[in-house]
């Protein structure tokens, strides 16, 4: 009986990240989507302003359901706590979106979405560092490698992508800039929600692959277990 307990919460600890890691895999991609869609469709309806809070809701749940592996180490706890801060934030500002298509000229709408984006970004660089303490628990040397490796360049990628868009934003408040430097300001300016997606899939692809790797290392793990 002493030995049925633990491995039982171990199981029921599993259970719970392998769905957490469900909810991350599909909310990542349909955030994106879905607040792309209500944030730059005319269409869009108050209802509509449901689905981004809905879906970042499931990124918050994801990440809540982390927090029950491993609850005595201390690094792993540090970095759920601060993905889930940004998950969190990111919800409250998720309603912004829709606001912001039918009012796009609004001050507060603007800066509100555009703190999203920079929160959006700082949640995918906290949950890069998540899945590599992950990773360093899990018994496969080559699954902690490739989070290594993949995590490191997700995180430079997204770094790049803050410095870009703090150069952007200190180049618009200088008025004597060369002709050119002007235009490509300009044409950034029109496309910025565009670059910002183009930009970010490819971190949040390989974020995607990193989640489906580990939890099929988990499953291999646990049906090895149970022979």
Partial sequence: MAET???AEL???LGRLVRGLSALFWGLPLSLVISLYVGTNEWARPIHMLAPVL???LLFYGVNLLSDF???ERVWRESLDRARVLALVNVGFAPFVYWYNRFPGE???RVAVLLLMLTGILFLFNLNHVLQRLAAMLPDETLRTETRVFGNLNISVLTAIIVLG???YLARQFEHLPLYIRNLLFIMEVLRLWLFVFLVLLPIATTMTLIWKIKEV???SVFWAQE
Avoid: C, D
């Fill in 107 to 109: 001050p507060l709408y």
């Fill in 218 to 220: 988990i499953f291999s």
């Fill in 70 to 72: 491993q609850r005595q």
């Fill in 5 to 7: 307990a633990p491995r």
């Fill in 166 to 168: 703090a150069m952007f």
């Fill in 11 to 13: 199981m029921r600890s």
């Fill in 55 to 57: 879906l970042l809701g």
